[in-house]
């Protein structure tokens, strides 16, 4: 079985940072394209950031220029490196993405639980 483990995020003040982590486990050959998302209480689930395989990256236009994605293949792991933090990037933040499970086999849309961010002075 195909899991999405997110991990890193807490309690944060304003203008502070924190790094998530999501590492992909279980039976898997590789992650394919993957992606942050966040919702905060009383509001839709948005796109924070995607990244390929290839490494091409995409943002939403609330976090371009504080948030950073990355990957280590090698690991199974995407990372969002998150700078500057406000008040409004409150939210949980969930990961997603598709995973190889074998090399001609894709498991396409796996979510992880998610992980809360809060940003409060």
């Known amino acids: 079985q195909v899991r999405l483990v997110e991990s890193g995020g807490g309690l944060v003040q304003p203008g502070g940072s924190l790094r998530l982590s999501c590492a992909a486990s279980?039976?898997?050959?590789?992650?394919?394209?993957m992606g942050w998302y966040r919702q905060a209480p009383g509001k839709q689930r948005e796109l924070v950031a995607t990244?390929?395989?290839?490494?091409?990256?995409n943002y939403g236009d609330s976090v371009k220029g504080r948030f950073t994605i990355s990957r280590d293949n090698a690991k199974n792991t995407v990372y969002l490196q998150m700078n500057s933090l406000k008040p409004e990037d409150t939210a949980v933040y969930s990961c997603?993405?598709?995973?190889?499970?074998?090399?001609?086999?894709?498991?396409?849309?796996?979510w992880g639980q998610g992980t809360q961010v809060t940003v409060s002075s």
């Open positions: 997603n993405g598709a995973v190889w499970v074998t090399a001609t086999r894709i498991a396409p849309d796996v």
């Open positions: 279980g039976s898997i050959f590789s992650i394919a394209t």
């Open positions: 990244i390929t395989g290839g490494g091409s990256t």
